[in-house]
């Protein structure tokens, strides 16, 4: 079997991340990194003599022997420099969010169909232990109907110059809701606020309401205190609580709930009972979900399947990003999604 | 000194406590407790058998030796026995929400205060250590400008009867912002959803605006299946974390925020540093609030003076609470409050 | 059937809550208490009215109506009183340690004995759901061999007059070692430190030691800046973790463990490997302990059986304390223990 | 200045941490790197293509470029490396423990003291910033007499082949005791427990005795189900608690205590009263302790001074090792130190 040469396209926060579980992967290896800034390519060169480096992107689609792109860029670039690897021939993995609006998503959805190409968007968090196990718990119906679910994404984190926290991090969200949700939001709330002179938003609260009883609700922020990654899944039969800060059990169980009882009311009695019972927390696969990824990446190059996290995820989660923009705008007005 | 003799009408969840700390306030002392239920005046009976116990609330209005009456009823009643112990001449400490509407909470205002009575609401944490703490950095301006104030308040709780879940527990947030925060919300967006057919709302997210940049935020549920009491407030300054399940540490302040650089931008840098220091969890009062509250109160009644948490205190709550309802039905509209 | 009339001997730390469930219990009543101080004595009377007080425990033991005697007073009082008790004829519930010398208990094991009187000590643990389902896992053979016990149980305590940190904390780990754990310690090792002027030591480290390669090991301490009761036990096939300052989830099961592994050796590999799966915190029974050890006194009477924590489980636990306190005053000397 | 060219023997796990820090120290270049297993050099190659590699760690004593040699093997070959480096007039970074025997530990300072070459040991713990404060608090007296030290270092840890456990962890916290204190031991009992046949103990409890009322006592283990590293040093004003599993705040400093009282003594009365205050958690140093300690090897290589982590406190701490075990071997038995 052939290996797949992969030309990467910046070396900022994340492209190390890529280049490391590139190079790890046994049928992948970098070829070639390119980055605006010569600093960051001495950096590759001093952990990757071999790997080439420029800081024009450009010979990198150029370059026949590169089969595909990974782009971990700011998020205005995703849609020029996607669209220009697919354009001479590469398959492309591209940094969450996919692109900066809806259109420019469909587009390279488009141009990589027509190509055959793979175009992939690196929501890295769908191939954790943790939330492949969490997708597997709904979908074997262990919650039964689901009722909300609610995260808090918070910390004191790099504030973006290019986007606002919700595309900075209620991506994530977004991309695991996609992933383990039986439905799809039908319409979107936001509110937001900037506490830096024209900056954009830092904190975030976005409200998605579905064709049932379900609500789900995400907490962003790059100005808290205190670190948390703590998502609430609550069903009919059971409640998950998913902390990715807890170093070996990420995912809770509770076999916990209401029941209605049909005690004659009185003054004080309330109309339901707490279902209480024991608290499973399962053992997760800890490989690094970016070398899962990656492999998932090299295994649809070959068999020429689309990804679990392909163009049209990417597109599902911008669609709801730039709604609650929108919304935000008019000070959390309802937003209906198109379905 | 003469000696405040109280009568209290209801003994179901709360009553207890409140029988118990007005006998252990010296100045006070329990006379008569009345409740519609005969089996909780046999509890009473059990544990103090000098107090007289009736089924009929009427009896504690006419009983002249009674100079107040403590209230810990379903909202619903909260206002007629209010009125009638007011029109008795007696004073009234009433429990959380003060009532069902902004209407009847007005017209007890004017009923204390025709009469010179002490009407106090009882928002028991304002009486805390911590929320007394908070208050104090927030005045001495440790914070300086203040971004956002977010709060969970979630269990699995009991399903109220008369009241959604936010009259059951956002009140207290709304409570403890009117007393700590320099500003009043000008307009309010709620969202919620029932899981119990024919239900009032178990969960909800409250969004509230104010004249600033500042923007705060209530997550309220009956149905987590872990308890979170957790509080965030941000400054410009320093930033608190008031979690009430800490037994010994409920209030840390970080000394922690961004500033602004003059770093000349490039493709990758921010606008904003992180400044981190030092984490200062300060010593708090654990005297018990509510043996506070009632201290408060008799002082109140001594020196007619108002209490901390009088009537207004008590209406400004029910109008953000009537204002969250209304945005409810309209699906997260935003509704503007008058000043 | 009959209720069955109890004195209660103390009134300061633990006496009240004797009290109050004694009181509770349907087939007990409190007839009288007695106490040195009279304040305490004060108190009784506010919250009991119909209960006797008396400053001389002489009048409980002649009182005809009384059957039984509640000790709560320091351990160097538990033999004059206890044995009074019992020659007046009463079952006696004594707190722990039972005595202050296993000749002591001895001696009030056999005048129970020939008085065909129940003679119980007050372990609460053995009676919290917590310990019991310890106690279920260990004897359904899901730990299989037991390598370990490890216990923890420190914080800013108080000082006690009469005995050690030993005597007033390791006591409870004893208690519930014996309980548990499928052998009896055969040495111990004790260490310990006074950090008062002419006190008792108040941070000590006890190890006990098996005939197989189990090995128990209690720290206890009246000087640490925070709360821990925390222990481990460790098991072939599975570990726990019990912490009784969580709040629902006090018992952790880890299906954890070590195999042996026949890969060849080398330079840097282990012989032995990791096995790793679930956590499971299983619904424990949250009735107040003490509630469930006063209905088995009152079963024990009825049905003249021997207590789960009877005079023998007291004798035990002293006599492993005597040893440690050898040790301590020969700084860690292994003491053998009798049989 | 030049830079000093080192050569690393041993590639399994820590070197690895060794490479990398060498090669971001500015003034430090790794030129070979040598180990038993091919497959770990494969390793280092496709990482660093211009080290030097080998399975004969005799070219790298031979090899005149080379400054100064760290070694990161098992245990039992340290002194004979390091003597041959030292022969070879290398300086030497060796790994914890120093050797397997004090009398190695001393024949390698001798040596290095002889050829005027620096001999450092790798303990690592004491270049963290919170080991760091912690020193700072103890020698600006902020905790006054210090009381106790106790540390838990446990987790379902890597079985070593050639040593116990307390050889594998408690060497760190003999080392950061070694380095915090201000006094040292004068005496060590140890029990130890093997669950495998044939194998190391793999738990561990020791008790470190001092001149004055200071107790030690540090508990490891290779068999426990959740990872636990937290040391409490209590002192007569302050008591400092460091969780090195704490993302941020490693460090709490609690101004709490106990005081003498000289109130009447009674029946129920303590001696002594609490002091409760505040807790601050200093912000610490996150540099990389590694980066930290090569710069100070650098140092002390430039300087001809000795390393904070000298060889003389890497015997300090083998001694104890030394006297632990021979304590293990005779059931507790207390040893006493060499001054």
Known sequence: METINIGVIGY????????????????????????FQPEYLTKVLARYPSIQVTTNCQELFENPKIDAIAIATPVSTHFDLALAALRAGKHVLVSKPITATSAQARQLIEEAYRRQLVLMVDHTFIYTGAVRKIRELIVNQELANIYYYDS??????????DVNVIWDLAVHDLAIMDYVLPSKPVAVSCFGMSHIPGGHENISYLTLLFDTNLIAHIHVSWLAPVKIRRTLIGGEMKMIVYDDLEP????KIYDKGITLTNNPENFYKMMVDYRLGDMLAPQLDITEPLYLEIQHFVDCIKTNNLPI???????????ILEAANQSMQQQGKLIKLKP
Request: no cysteine.
């Open 12 to 35: 900022g926060y994340w492209g190390p991340n890529l280049v490391r579980n590139f190079a790890e992967v046994p049928e992948t290896q970098v070829v070639a990194v390119s980055d």
């Open 152 to 161: 808090v994404r918070i910390n004191l984190g790099l504030f973006q110059q």
């Open 248 to 251: 070996s059990e990420k995912v």
């Open 309 to 319: 996290t392909d163009g049209q995820n990417g597109l599902q989660v911008v669609q």
